[in-house]
């Protein structure tokens, strides 16, 4: 299993990037994943969270409204939209998949990820 993420970057207040996830050495449909993010001095977070088929999404509050979590499952590729950047946005973000196939469950807890890829920073000046 290998999870790549790419997509981070300097940027300023109020403005977008988009992260991708790339997946490979497994059947990236049959999984449920998530983002996550660590900032600096602080515990790793759940961001977002999408089912295996898309269906189905969670947003933590600090991210509600402004970003946007999907899946192609045709390219074994996960993304996160990030719009309306703030500076406490600013972390490395991590993908994971959840290690349990063919659920239709949407997993919100840091320890119920098994996979990690190696992350992608993201930094918003003010």
């Known amino acids: 299993v290998q999870l790549q993420a790419s997509g981070g970057g300097l940027v300023q207040n109020g403005t977008s990037l988009r992260l991708s996830c790339a997946a490979s050495g497994y059947t990236f449909s049959n999984y449920a994943m998530g983002w996550f993010r660590q900032a600096p001095g602080k515990e790793r977070e759940l961001v977002s969270a999408i089912t295996r088929s898309g269906g189905r999404t969670s947003y933590e509050d600090f991210v509600k409204g402004r970003f946007t979590i999907s899946r192609d499952n045709a390219k074994n590729t996960m993304y996160l939209q990030m719009n309306s950047l703030k500076p406490e946005d600013t972390a490395v973000y991590y993908c994971?998949?959840?290690?349990?196939?063919?659920?239709?469950?949407?997993?919100?807890?840091?320890?119920?990820?098994?996979?990690w890829g190696q992350g992608t920073l993201v930094t918003v000046s003010s």
């Open positions: 994971a998949v959840r290690w349990t196939p063919l659920s239709d469950y949407v997993f919100k807890r840091r320890d119920e990820y098994t996979n």
